[in-house]
């Protein structure tokens, strides 16, 4: 079963460094998305991406946030300037035109410290 | 998007069929339901996904009655793994690119 693969698994950043989430969706996949999840909270929409362009972002994805597909395969999300609350597991998903099914990887869980 | 109440918790027993109602009063006539289970640390799977009667699959079953305002995820004969937390969502399957707005799910924890 095709998977999307996230990395690293588990990030330790200072606060106010950037960090830089890496994600590689499933290679016949149109639709590529950023959510978090705080520690007990609900999992939250961040970004979707779609023909190398932001289709739609929440009141979250501010201007610390960026993405980019630097290559065919990548999908990264960038976060400027880290904080304490920025402390997630963030989830990288990834869907094909028409199936609303979609596919998520195991995320990376990010700590600022 | 049509908002959806679910229980919080249910407790279960291995070998048991395990039934989590959502209810979506607010269903849209574009609106399917999606329902997803989330293990701790893991991202969300998708499960199943329908838009009226009865939908099954080699996980599970989702039964919509003609109304749609709810919805019931049917989970035969559960085990020790399936404890996890399910999420039922609602919004239009016709557009791939929209995105998924998750609530509080249901813990299911499946005993001994």
């Known amino acids: 079963e095709p998977e999307v693969t996230q990395t690293p698994s588990h990030q330790v950043t200072q606060m106010g460094q950037e960090v830089i989430l890496r994600c590689v969706p499933i290679?016949?996949?149109?639709?590529f998305y950023w959510y978090r999840q705080i520690l007990g909270q609900k999992v939250e929409f961040l970004v979707s991406?779609?023909?190398?362009?932001?289709?739609?972002k929440s009141e979250i994805f501010d201007d610390q946030f960026s993405v980019e597909r630097p290559d065919g395969s990548n999908f990264t999300l960038k976060i400027r300037s880290t904080k304490l609350e920025d402390s997630a597991m963030y989830f990288c998903?990834?869907?094909?035109?028409?199936?609303?099914?979609?596919?998520f990887g195991s995320g990376t869980r990010l700590t600022v410290v | 998007l049509a908002k959806t109440t679910q229980p919080i918790s249910m407790d279960s027993y291995e070998g048991q069929e395990v039934n989590i109602t959502c209810s979506h009063n607010?269903?849209?006539?574009?609106?399917?339901i999606t329902w997803y289970q989330q293990f701790p640390s893991q991202g969300p799977r998708f499960i199943i996904q329908g838009y009226k009667t009865k939908v099954t699959n080699e996980v599970a079953s989702l039964f919509i009655p003609a109304d749609r305002k709810s919805s019931t995820l049917s989970l035969p004969r559960v085990s020790l793994s399936d404890t996890a937390v399910y999420y039922c969502l609602v919004g239009d399957g016709r557009n791939a690119g929209n995105m998924l707005t998750f609530g509080g799910g249901t813990r299911l924890m499946v005993k001994p």
């Open positions: 998903a990834s869907s094909w035109t028409g199936e609303y099914g979609y596919t």
């Open positions: 290679s016949n996949h149109l639709y």
């Open positions: 991406f779609y023909n190398n362009e932001i289709s739609e």
């Open positions: 607010n269903i849209a006539t574009n609106d399917y």
